[in-house]
């Protein structure tokens, strides 16, 4: 299974930016795919999941400003993101999990400063 995001960059605060997933070598749509993030000194958090059932779940700090998306034809992960604040600075990583084990990209920087 290999992953890969895009999508990242530079935004002020109140911009948005849509990241994409790739995923490759899995079935996909029995997959279940979230995105997480990690800020410079800080541990990895979770950010937002949806199941092949397209039921969503999201942090406290992504409600309401992100939406997680999935399209089982292109085997793509999207995580829709607006209202951008300072604090969403962060490397943004997106997860699969087949079968009971997890993968993770490499990962995609997002930087919100003005």
């Known amino acids: 299974v290999q992953l890969q995001a895009s999508g990242g960059g530079l935004v002020q605060p109140g911009g948005f930016l849509r990241l994409s997933c790739a995923a490759s070598?899995?079935?996909?749509?029995?997959?279940?795919l979230s995105w997480h993030r990690q800020a410079p000194g800080k541990q990895r958090e979770f950010v937002a999941f949806i199941t092949s059932g397209y039921i969503t779940n999201y942090a406290e700090s992504a409600k309401g400003r992100f939406t997680i998306s999935r399209d089982n034809a292109k085997n793509t992960v999207d995580l829709q993101m607006n209202s951008l604040k300072p604090e969403d600075t962060a490397v943004y990583y997106c997860?699969?999990?087949?079968?009971?084990?997890?993968?993770w990209g490499h990962g995609t920087q997002v930087t919100v400063s003005s």
């Open positions: 997860k699969l999990g087949h079968l009971g084990r997890d993968y």
């Open positions: 070598g899995t079935s996909f749509s029995r997959d279940i």
